[in-house]
Each structure stands twice: as structure tokens, then as C-alpha cells.
């Protein structure tokens, strides 16, 4: 076992070289698995939910198993434990299917853009907050949200933690997810959190207009609202040597785009991070949701060698030979077929994308979508591809 | 403040700054930005 600081550098480089289409010596491998560790580690999804010191337990003993070089999520992504506090939750939690699932839900109304494109904050605070969280409408607000307040602390320290932990003890980077600047198309946070796939559907049709303005107002910015605008402002030139890529943004809502409602209410403002990789000399790396070739002649216009794209339901070896040469593709490995497949034929199939995706650089292996439910993954099998991608040469 | 406008603005939004008052003042107004924007998760 090499020393947890060696394999931390080994582990970037790895991530900087297949961002910059370099050869490598062998294949970095992206975890791209969520509440199946919970699972997996031998925990409810209802203790560790809202105890980060399970959680903690689930991620390192998950890690001690698996050796993988790199997280999307080390347990931050479901805060349960915050809203919680405020006593509603829009997810369900069911332990003996392992799974956890959400409600649908809008928070927004038609003729809230206005108001949002006046000031978001003002419109989280006076009409989201109150609609989602209905006790908040009760006597007794303040202390309320004094409770999330305490368990947003916590929270915030079980990331430092886990952290610190994963990096000093394992030699892993920080996580995708819990650890790096992630800016989304204000789109993206309407269609999973605001509005609501019926909602923002409906506003494509009926009011393109008012979207396009809340689009434009709030513009590429993470759940709080802080643009990638002021980040710019705060950013050197050259990629962080200590992290993989350098900011995060997740794609979701563009399965329901056709190409050129895409080319309006997307391009735009993905093109602004992909500008600003090129600008400031930063990788970003793109988790795309769903099936994405009818988008690929926007991604080929990312600047080559910074942008990496994990795509989930893609033809991996297509998208190799369409945007091969200008993205790092990431991804590949079917869940299907972790769950559902012999350990050999899951060796196969890895060795054929490996063989066929990364002999020229430019690919980072990991699951095809989120591995999250006790039927996404079988264990012995997910154990032989590991071991086999850690020890594949190239 | 009554607790039925706390969640006027910019009012009940600096009522709340007031009550986070573990924290140092400057750090209030990035610290509840960010509360907000996980209570959307």
C-alpha cells in the first residue's frame, strides 16, 4: 500500500493528465456512487441520514473495501438532518429497499419570476421558505430556524471532516460533490428544486419569456445564488494542484430540451463555464444526466483539455469517436451490468473501455449513473472491477 | 419582530443575521445565504 500523501499526488496528476488527454499509466477511478455505500457498509439509511457519525463510518469503511481514487459524494449530498429540523422533508426513506426518493413539488409560481429576477434572495426568503417548510408559518420561526442554523453547523464540520479524513488516511482528493465550486444553470435548480419538472415544462411553452429573464437574472450560480461572475473575480489563473477539477456543474433538466430550446435556455450559460475554464486555465467537470448526443455539437465547443463529461446513458464508445478529442469522457461502466452480470463478464466490459476509451488519455473510468439503491450494484462484483482497474496497465 | 412577519424582507431577513449571534457579524449574511441554499436540497 503506498503512503496516503503519494497516492493523493498520484491521484490528481491522474485526474490532470486524463483532463489533458495525456497517456496514463493506468486508469483513474471515479466513484460515482451515492446512498449504495450506506447500504453497502451495512447501515440504514435512517441512522446515517441524520447521523454524520455513521455516515463518516459508512464513507471510510466503503473506501477500506473499494480503493477508489476519487468520490462524486462523500454523504453530503441528502442534508436530511437540516431540513429535518425545520420538520419537512420532500424525501422519502425506505430501508428495506435501501432507497430514498422524492416528492413532487413546486415552490414557485408562474408569477414569482418577476420577484425572482428582483432579487432571489429576497424571493427564497419570503416565498420559498415559507411554502416548503409549513411550520415556519407557526409561532415559533425564529427558534425553528436556529435548530437548521445548529444543524447546518454540524453539517458544514462532518464536510471539513470527512474531508480531511479521506486525504490523510486514504489518499483521496476531495469529493466531486461535497468539496468543489458547483455552478448550475439557474434552469437546473427550477427543474429539481423550485419549480418542478410539470412546472418548467409548462413554462417552456407558456411563458418562455419570464424563464429566459429569471435564466439571465440569476445566471450560472450555486444553490445560494453566488454567481461563477464573482467567483471569476476571486480566481488566479492555473488549475488547483490539490483538487481534480476545479469547479462542478451538473446537467439534468436538459432532458427535457429539444436541440434548439437547448441552444436557448442552456448553451448560454454551460458556454459561460466552459469560457471560463479556458480563461482562467481550470478543469470543470460536467455531470450529465440521461442521454446527451443530441448535444454533442455544443460540447464540442468546450475548450480541449479542460472539461471533462461524465455522461450516464450515452453510447460511450460513439461519444469517444464524436467529442473524444475534445472532452475527457468519464463514466461507461453499466449498472446493469454490475448488478446484474457474472464477475468476468463485469472484468470484460471494463477492459474493453479501458482498452478502447483510454488508450490515448482522455478517460476516467466510474459507474454509468448513480449507484444508490441495493439493486443498482452487486458488491463482489464492483470489488473485481476495482481491483482489476487498479491493476490494468495501459 | 412577530414571528408572522419574520420572513419579510429585508426585516425578518436582518431579525435572523441578528439572531446568529455565535457567529461573528460578518460571517452572518454568507452563513444564512448558504442555509437557504441547502434547505432547497
Same mark, same amino acid.
Given at each position: 500500500m503506498k503512503d496516503a500523501k503519494l497516492l493523493y499526488q498520484e491521484r490528481v496528476q491522474l485526474y490532470k493528465d486524463a483532463a489533458a488527454h495525456r497517456k496514463t499509466s493506468?486508469?483513474?477511478?471515479?466513484?460515482?456512487?451515492?446512498?449504495?455505500?450506506?447500504? @453497502? %457498509?451495512?447501515?440504514?439509511?435512517?441512522?446515517?441520514?441524520?447521523?454524520?457519525?455513521?455516515?463518516?463510518?459508512?464513507?471510510?469503511?466503503?473506501?477500506?473495501?473499494?480503493q477508489f481514487d476519487?468520490?462524486?459524494?462523500?454523504?453530503?449530498?441528502?442534508?436530511?438532518?437540516? %431540513? *429535518?429540523?425545520? *420538520?419537512?422533508? @420532500?424525501?422519502?426513506?425506505?430501508?428495506?429497499?435501501a432507497s430514498l426518493s422524492i416528492k413532487d413539488f413546486s415552490y414557485v409560481e408562474p408569477e414569482? $419570476?418577476?420577484?425572482?429576477?428582483?432579487?432571489?434572495?429576497?424571493?427564497?426568503?419570503?416565498?420559498?421558505?415559507?411554502?416548503? $417548510?409549513?411550520?415556519?408559518?407557526?409561532?415559533?420561526?425564529?427558534?425553528?430556524?436556529?435548530?437548521? %442554523? *445548529? #444543524?447546518? *453547523?454540524?453539517?458544514?464540520?462532518?464536510?471539513?471532516d470527512i474531508v480531511q479524513t479521506m486525504a490523510t488516511d486514504y489518499g483521496v482528493p476531495p469529493s466531486l460533490f461535497t468539496a468543489t465550486p458547483l455552478f448550475e444553470n439557474f434552469y437546473e435548480i427550477l427543474f429539481n428544486w423550485l419549480r418542478g419538472i410539470k412546472g418548467l415544462s409548462l413554462d417552456l411553452r407558456q411563458r418562455p419569456d419570464k424563464l429566459k429573464a429569471a435564466l439571465d437574472s440569476v445566471g450560472m450560480a450555486d444553490l445560494s445564488g453566488n454567481t461563477l461572475k464573482a467567483f471569476k473575480q476571486t480566481s488566479r489563473k492555473g488549475t488547483d494542484q490539490d483538487r481534480g477539477p476545479d469547479v462542478l456543474t451538473a446537467l439534468l433538466g436538459h432532458s427535457i430540451l429539444s436541440k434548439k430550446q437547448f441552444e436557448v435556455f442552456y448553451w448560454p450559460y454551460l458556454k459561460e463555464v466552459f469560457d471560463y475554464a479556458e480563461e482562467y486555465d481550470k478543469i470543470v467537470h460536467v455531470f450529465a444526466e440521461s442521454e446527451n448526443s443530441r448535444f454533442y455539437d455544443f460540447f464540442k465547443e468546450a475548450p480541449k483539455n479542460h472539461v471533462?463529461?461524465?455522461?450516464?446513458?450515452?453510447?460511450?464508445?460513439?461519444?469517444?469517436?464524436?467529442?473524444?478529442?475534445?472532452?475527457?469522457?468519464?463514466?461507461?461502466?453499466?449498472?446493469?451490468?454490475? $448488478?446484474?452480470?457474472?464477475?468476468?463478464?463485469?472484468?470484460?466490459?471494463a477492459k474493453?473501455?479501458?482498452? #478502447?476509451?483510454?488508450a490515448d488519455?482522455?478517460?476516467?473510468?466510474?459507474?454509468?449513473?448513480?449507484?444508490?439503491?441495493? %439493486?443498482?450494484?452487486?458488491?463482489?462484483?464492483?470489488?473485481?472491477v476495482n481491483d482489476f482497474v487498479r491493476e490494468y496497465t495501459l | 419582530m412577530s414571528e408572522q412577519t419574520l420572513f419579510a424582507y429585508p426585516e425578518g431577513w436582518n431579525e435572523m443575521l441578528a439572531a446568529l449571534d455565535f457567529l461573528p457579524e460578518e460571517q452572518r449574511e454568507g452563513f444564512l445565504k448558504a442555509l437557504v441554499g441547502i434547505l432547497l436540497l
Open positions: 493506468r486508469v483513474l477511478n471515479l466513484a460515482n456512487i451515492w446512498t449504495w455505500i450506506v447500504y @453497502d %457498509s451495512g447501515f440504514k439509511l435512517s441512522e446515517a441520514l441524520f447521523d454524520s457519525k455513521i455516515m463518516g463510518q459508512a464513507v471510510t469503511r466503503f473506501q477500506e473495501k473499494y476519487f468520490f462524486m459524494d462523500f454523504g453530503f449530498r441528502n442534508p436530511l438532518a437540516i %431540513s *429535518g429540523a425545520l *420538520g419537512h422533508t @420532500d424525501y422519502i426513506i425506505d430501508d428495506e429497499a414569482d $419570476y418577476d420577484e425572482i429576477c428582483e432579487n432571489y434572495t429576497k424571493f427564497l426568503w419570503t416565498k420559498f421558505l415559507p411554502r416548503k $417548510y409549513r411550520k415556519l408559518n407557526e409561532p415559533g420561526a425564529k427558534a425553528l430556524m436556529l435548530n437548521a %442554523s *445548529g #444543524e447546518f *453547523g454540524k453539517f458544514a464540520q462532518y464536510a471539513t471533462v463529461i461524465h455522461l450516464e446513458l450515452d453510447d460511450m464508445f460513439k461519444a469517444k469517436k464524436e467529442i473524444g478529442d475534445t472532452v475527457c469522457l468519464c463514466g461507461g461502466m453499466p449498472i446493469d451490468l454490475l $448488478y446484474n452480470g457474472t464477475v468476468q463478464a463485469n472484468i470484460d466490459y474493453r473501455l479501458i482498452d #478502447e476509451l483510454a488519455g482522455g478517460f476516467i473510468f466510474s459507474q454509468n449513473k448513480m449507484v444508490s439503491y441495493a %439493486s443498482d450494484c452487486k458488491a463482489e462484483n464492483l470489488k473485481a | -
